[in-house]
């Protein structure tokens, strides 16, 4: 009972919030389906690590597990790393093999990470952290964490959290900003779609190909983009097909799982409540919203000299939210038109936005090197 009366008397009531926004992940998860897999373990963690004198975390000379698990596998980059594997396996590049123009979309939708650095820097963050704060915008949880923990930003906690969160929000936020810059004609645009033969030698090669340009031209996303094209490798061999179940399911989940539970570390009440972190959930959805916007008027400024019209509702499936953008942004087409497919023009614009967002994410530690 000593012990029950000592922990209340030192609870403060900035933990019971982080109770509240911890217990709100966790019915976002369950009630919501948002983003279960890590939600649920990143609400559970946040409520875990601000019990007072919890031993989840460091007390004293005491090491907690959760803060072991953070050295283990976010101080040094290995989970974003090993789920990379995992998404990699998961991600089919036929489509934007046949028709590769789709990768200008996944490039166009990176507009909104620059224009946020650009605001952060301008609003008095540091410029490591003004960084990290605009790659939430590629809607990227594994390269959000990679960048904020290479740069050894202060706010790492709000920003992964919020870069999860908003991946997770995707349907909600997406529809009414691509509402707001199309028309209705616009959105009925209709894009037939003939899947080319895509042999299998291109499909091996593609994943080797990337990774080599990509170290070429940004060797600091060369880490990411390499362990996403290996996971894409193992899929598309074709002798490891055991592997790539393993990296597309148990892999993923379970690191996941560890990394939302993990996150918790940087979720303690006296370093995650404060104006900070309110303004980075604000950037962050600045970043998201007009990567948005970028990939849109990139496919409304194409449609001026095209004589064959692209739907500008694909541009906004550049984002790295994948494969949720791409589902998003068939079901608009349908709502507009119920014959109008975008599913696999979309999951084009989605997988490249992929690749797209990691080369953006290294870019960034390349001017900040």
Same mark, same amino acid.
């Given at each position: 009972m000593e012990v029950l009366y000592e922990n209340l008397y030192n609870l403060q009531w900035q933990q019971v919030v982080m109770w509240a926004i911890g217990a709100l992940l966790i019915y976002l998860a369950?009630?919501?389906?948002?983003?279960?897999?890590?939600?649920?373990?990143?609400? !559970?963690?946040?409520?875990?690590?601000?019990?007072?004198m919890s031993g989840a975390v460091t007390q004293g000379l005491e090491e907690g597990a959760i803060d072991?698990?953070?050295?283990?596998?976010?101080?040094?980059?290995?989970?974003?790393?090993?789920?990379?594997?995992?998404?990699?396996?998961?991600?089919?590049?036929?489509?934007?093999?046949?028709?590769?123009?789709?990768?200008?979309?996944?490039?166009?939708?990176?507009?909104?990470? !620059?224009?946020?650095?650009?605001?952060?820097?301008?609003?008095?963050?540091e410029m490591k952290d003004a960084?990290?704060?605009?790659?939430?915008?590629?809607?990227?949880?594994?390269?959000?964490? !990679?960048?904020?923990?290479?740069?050894?930003?202060?706010?790492?906690?709000?920003?992964?959290?919020?870069?999860?969160?908003?991946?997770?929000? /995707?349907?909600?936020?997406?529809?009414?900003?691509?509402?707001?810059?199309?028309?209705?004609?616009?959105?009925?645009?209709?894009?037939?779609?003939?899947?080319?033969?895509?042999?299998?030698?291109?499909r091996i090669i593609f994943p080797v190909f990337v990774t080599v340009i990509t170290g070429l031209v940004a060797p600091r996303a060369v880490a990411l983009v390499g362990f996403l094209m290996f996971g894409n490798l193992i899929r598309e061999c074709g002798v490891l097909d055991s592997l790539s179940?393993?990296?597309?399911?148990?892999?993923?989940?379970?690191?996941?799982?560890?990394?939302?539970?993990? /996150?918790?570390?940087?979720?303690?009440?006296?370093?995650?409540?404060?104006?900070?972190?309110?303004?980075?959930?604000?950037l962050g959805l600045v970043a998201f919203i007009f990567d948005t916007v970028g990939g849109v008027? !990139?496919?409304?400024?194409?449609n001026l000299f095209s004589r064959k019209k692209i739907n500008p509702m694909i541009g906004a499936a550049g984002i790295s939210a994948f494969p949720m953008s791409a589902r998003v942004i068939n079901r608009m087409g349908l709502e507009e038109d119920n014959q109008n497919f975008l599913l696999m023009h979309a999951v084009g614009a989605n997988v490249s936005g992929q690749v797209a967002s990691v080369i953006a994410g290294g870019l960034i530690l390349s001017f900040m090197a």
């Open positions: 369950i009630a919501k389906k948002m983003e279960p897999t890590l939600l649920l373990p990143m609400g !559970f963690g946040a409520i875990l690590v601000n019990l007072p072991i698990l953070f050295n283990a596998g976010i101080a040094n980059e290995l989970f974003p790393l090993l789920l990379f594997i995992g998404i990699g396996a998961m991600i089919d590049f036929g489509p934007v093999l046949s028709n590769p123009k789709l990768m200008l979309f996944g490039a166009a939708a990176q507009f909104g990470i !620059f224009f946020t650095l650009s605001l952060a820097s301008l609003l008095g963050f960084a990290s704060i605009a790659i939430i915008g590629a809607a990227d949880g594994p390269t959000s964490i !990679f960048v904020a923990n290479y740069l050894q930003s202060n706010y790492i906690g709000a920003i992964i959290v919020a870069a999860y969160s908003y991946m997770a929000l /995707v349907p909600i936020v997406q529809p009414p900003v691509i509402r707001m810059i199309t028309t209705k004609k616009e959105r009925r645009i209709r894009m037939s779609y003939q899947a080319a033969n895509v042999t299998k030698l291109t179940e393993t990296a597309q399911n148990a892999l993923a989940n379970l690191v996941t799982l560890l990394l939302g539970l993990t /996150v918790a570390a940087r979720m303690q009440a006296d370093a995650f409540l404060n104006t900070q972190t309110l303004l980075i959930l604000c008027l !990139f496919a409304k400024i194409l």
